[in-house]
């Protein structure tokens, strides 16, 4: 990708967020999955956005660019990304995708630097029923057994397995994302566990989604897993200023296997309306 550069922004805690930045054009701030990085989630969209926008790709602590430190609480990932927002200096659109959605909505809440927000197929556990929280439970269990086996090519496999469908996960493989995600697994599991003791408020609670004045778009798949139509419809219903749509034919995984798409709804969403002459 052309006119690739990277930002940096350290924390209040010393850590430093690192993120690549490409194309010209308004900022775009994107979070990644629970799964992956900044690159590894967003790479098949950039071809379709970076000639109408800056999007700068930041890294969660301990992933991509960014430093590692022991505390990966919800609490400081949101704001690790209010540093990151504050430091571009202008108001700024913001995507989240999956789990990664959760810390976007929350920074949304609280920063007036935000002009719009899209999430792309928020999921959580925390609205799920006992039967999606038993099969989470036993796939974190599985993938914590492999990774102390050291086996992490095979460990992310069954966190990948409950998140995306068989074609998502043929298409993922295609692209080196298990193999690229892979080695993020112990960090990932630190951060569910310090998620499941996490005693704060978090995006979920209504209160939160309620303090966001920014215009929010929620994209979900059209053929995607009941929880993830669960938390979509969720925070439609407690934004006031949200609406809802659909990516034709995607599940879980629309930014690995529908980005054109994708990219094409979030152009037509951050594009500011012609004003009157």
Request: net charge negative; hydrophobic share 45%; aromatic share 6%.
């Amino acid at each position: 990708m052309s006119n690739q550069r990277t930002h940096h922004v350290t924390t209040t805690d010393g850590v430093t967020i690192g993120a690549t930045v490409h194309g010209q054009g308004p900022p775009l701030v994107f979070l990644h999955g629970m799964l992956g990085d900044g690159d590894t989630d967003w790479d098949p969209l950039l071809g379709h956005l970076a000639g109408r926008f800056t999007c700068h790709l930041p890294s969660q602590r301990g992933r991509g660019l960014s430093g590692a430190h022991p505390d990966l609480s919800y609490g400081r990932v949101v704001d690790d990304f209010l540093a990151y927002i504050d430091s571009i200096g202008e108001p700024t659109g913001l995507v989240g995708w999956s789990g990664g959605a959760w810390p976007v909505l929350g920074a949304a809440a609280q920063s007036d630097a935000v002009a719009a927000v899209a999430t792309i197929e928020p999921e959580s556990m925390g609205l799920a029923d006992e039967q999606e929280q038993a099969a989470f439970g036993d796939a974190v269990a599985r993938a914590g057994e492999l990774a102390t086996a050291g086996d992490l090519a095979a460990a992310i496999r069954p966190l990948v397995d409950f998140v995306f469908n068989d074609d998502e996960i043929a298409v993922a493989e295609d692209a080196g994302y298990l193999d690229a995600t892979a080695r993020y697994v112990p960090n990932l599991l630190n951060f569910i566990q310090q998620l499941l003791e996490y005693q704060g408020p978090t995006a979920e609670d209504p209160a939160v989604l309620g303090a966001i004045s920014a215009p929010v778009l929620v994209l979900r798949g059209s053929d995607t897993k009941p929880l993830a139509l669960t938390s979509a419809r969720h925070v439609a219903d407690h934004v006031p200023n949200a609406r809802l749509q659909d990516i034709p034919g995607a599940g879980h995984a629309a930014p690995l296997t529908h980005p054109e798409a994708l990219a094409e709804a979030l152009t037509e969403f951050f594009t500011p309306a012609p004003q009157p002459i």
